[in-house]
């Protein structure tokens, strides 16, 4: 036993360096995750779990589901969840119709100003989603710079109505998430070998089979990364439906706020976050196993 | 297979002529080589002929038909790209089928032209894996196959072997070859290696600065090149600047006085210079008799190359010029600072005036 451990100490020797490397290396991240993550989200729901005496305006400790079954037996809240999905999903579809072209042409492109597309391209994410939003509000408002300006070119009568309707919210988010979609999709597009797309036409395939037999398959790494992380962003959007929808408009994330500042009900609201998370994470896995299932076959 | 025509193609990128009014005529069957450094127009007048590229003015025939203004997909030309572009998410079979897909032939016979185009590059059995799975050499065959089995008009190389190590290089070279005359393959293959171009192709066409410079036989281009350029790129030449004195007659700027009778020694008068292959030297301790020129000078370089020995020689402050001998058992190997005597025989000089 001795002999065969001194036989092997240097490769148990160097085996321990690196793990220890790689400890090193991991743990500031995982203590981050764990304490800024983690926690509050073990803490929430356990916040979900308890009951809200409204007279008292106060969270009593207890274990029950009421919450959840408030949530999804109130046609209110099931509308509102129901809406965040469907806004969730066009926009998510606008971004990737979009963004694709656009990917193209800044992976495509031999241009000098190719990094200056890029920068432009990201310029947007440099003002913060509630600087940008407010900016909208003067531009599209009855009385904005879009309306004014169409009434005095004679193109329209009376103001249209933009502002404070669902239009508005899905203008707005996709302006905000396109940069993400053109990125992820962009560096994807980059990375497939240009002659591949060649080698297809001078087989006799036609742009259109071209993109559906070779593009679009070698880029799906790419599509589902955009669209996972576009459709995240908007299933949690808040600044946007909240400074665009107006008063009566509403989505998932700006109601989650609201039970918690406005009604101080923590409970309810920790449930709807759980449900916002649930429901965007599931949703998120199927469209992955049905793409991948689809892929396979 | 067809023949290819191009005529006057040319290619401009605002002020900068790429490919400057090529004319080419490549017959049923001929594997036509276009050889040329980097930035030369020769991978240009490639994408042209495949559609890549629209030409500037100029068009294309092929097989009899002016395909110039046609997309690539419209064009019945296999082409063999560099980093062979196969496609990563299909099987070898799919890669070959895929051609044979957009042309809509029937299932069967798609199966049937997959496995007779995989055994013809000797893959067969190999049609289930992916590209990922197999050799540089082996991806390079699928690309030859997933062109050929297409049964082009014409086959397009676009430096096919560069991507491959030294060795397999020299075998897929006889390989393709070989099956470019089995089939009869209308075949323009571009590359830089001079040697690939002159093992591989029934005629060449040397390219530089986006024009033609010469096109002929392996022969005809070492024997006599068209001009300068040639004679330096399709094997190797000593340059020697100086003035004609009289047909026959050149004189080098270090006052060396040397008869020539090779191309281009019939002109009268002017600037040029003297080209001369380091293997029709001969290098010797005392003066060769029988041979037109020879000429003292001193040993200042030795360039050891295994079978062959560079020895570079000095014969005025001037004019310096490379001997190849062979590395034989027993035969003259002068070292450096030895004086020796270079001969040549007249035949052996190219003059190239300005």
């Known amino acids: 036993m001795t002999d065969t451990a001194l036989a092997h100490g240097p490769v148990v020797e160097r085996r321990r360096g690196e793990s220890l490397t790689a400890t090193a290396l991991l743990a500031p991240a995982t203590i981050f995750v764990a304490l800024c993550l983690l926690a509050p989200l073990v803490i929430l729901f356990r916040y979900s779990l308890n009951e809200f005496v409204p007279t008292k305006k106060m969270m009593v400790e207890a274990v029950t589901v009421a919450n959840y079954v408030k949530f999804f037996t109130d046609p209110y809240y099931t509308a509102i969840l129901a809406t965040t999905v469907r806004i969730a999903v066009m926009v998510t579809l606008a971004c990737l119709i979009l963004g694709f072209p656009l990917a193209y042409v800044m992976a495509r492109t031999q241009s000098r100003f190719k990094n200056l597309l890029i920068i432009l391209t990201v310029l947007p994410l440099f003002v913060g989603n509630a600087v940008r939003a407010a900016g909208w509000m003067t531009i599209f408002g009855s009385k904005g710079f879009f309306n004014t300006t169409l009434q005095w070119l004679g193109l329209i009568d009376k103001p249209l109505e933009i502002m404070f309707t669902e239009k508005a919210v899905i203008i707005g988010i996709i302006a905000v998430n396109l940069p993400f979609m053109v990125l992820t999709l962009q560096s994807v597009i980059e990375s497939i070998d240009r002659a591949v797309e060649e080698a297809a036409f001078s087989l006799g395939a036609p742009p259109a089979t071209m993109f559906r037999r070779v593009l679009w398959p070698l880029a799906l790494p790419g599509i589902l990364a955009g669209t996972i992380l576009t459709f995240i962003l908007a299933m949690n959007a808040y600044a946007t439906p909240f400074l665009l929808g107006g008063p009566l408009f509403k989505m998932m994330a700006p109601l989650v706020y609201n039970q918690f500042t406005q009604q101080t009900n923590w409970p309810f609201g920790g449930a709807i976050a759980f449900i916002l998370m649930t429901v965007t994470l599931g949703l998120t896995l199927a469209a992955n196993l049905l793409i991948q299932r689809r892929r396979a076959s | ?354």
């Open chain 2, 1 to 354: 297979m067809a023949r290819l025509d191009l005529h006057g193609l040319s290619k401009r990128y605002g002020d900068f002529h790429a490919v400057r009014e090529v004319t080419l005529e490549i017959d049923d069957g001929e594997f036509l080589v276009l050889l040329g450094p980097s930035g030369c127009g020769k991978t240009t007048t490639l994408r042209m002929v495949a559609g890549f590229i629209e030409p500037s003015a100029g068009n294309v025939r092929l097989a009899g038909q002016d395909v110039t203004q046609l997309p690539p997909w419209k064009r019945n030309a296999g082409m063999v790209f560099q980093s062979y572009a196969l496609f990563p998410h299909l099987t070898v079979a799919q890669n070959v089928a895929f051609g044979l897909e957009m042309r809509k032939l029937p299932r069967a016979d798609i199966n049937k032209r997959v496995d007779e185009a995989l055994a013809l590059v000797r893959l067969g059995g190999y049609g289930g894996r992916l590209p990922r799975q197999l050799s540089g050499g082996q991806q390079q065959r699928v690309a030859l196959a997933r062109a050929l089995a297409i049964r082009p008009d014409v086959l397009l190389l676009d430096e096919p072997l560069s991507n491959l190590d030294a060795k397999l290089r020299q075998e897929v070279r006889v390989e393709i070859h070989e099956l470019q005359h089995q089939l009869g393959l209308t075949t323009v293959m571009v590359t830089h290696d001079q040697e690939e171009a002159l093992t591989m192709a029934d005629r060449l066409v040397v390219m530089n600065e986006g024009s033609v410079r010469q096109v002929g036989t392996q022969r005809d281009l070492y024997e006599r090149p068209a001009d300068r350029f040639v004679a330096g790129f399709v094997g190797r030449s000593t340059f020697l600047e100086g003035a004609v004195e009289a047909p026959g007659r050149f004189r080098t700027d270090g006052g060396l006085a040397l008869a020539c009778s090779g191309s281009g020694s019939g002109a009268k008068s002017g600037r040029g210079v003297l080209a001369l292959r380091p293997e029709r030297l001969q290098v010797a301790p005392a003066p060769i008799t029988g041979l037109d020129n020879g000429l003292p000078g001193t040993v200042e370089f030795v360039s050891y190359l295994g079978a062959l020995i560079d020895i570079h020689v000095r014969l005025s402050p001037a004019d310096r010029l490379v001997v190849q001998i062979a590395n034989r058992e027993g035969g003259f190997a002068p070292e450096v600072g030895q004086s020796v005597h270079v001969s040549w025989p007249a035949s052996a000089g190219l003059v190239f005036t300005e």
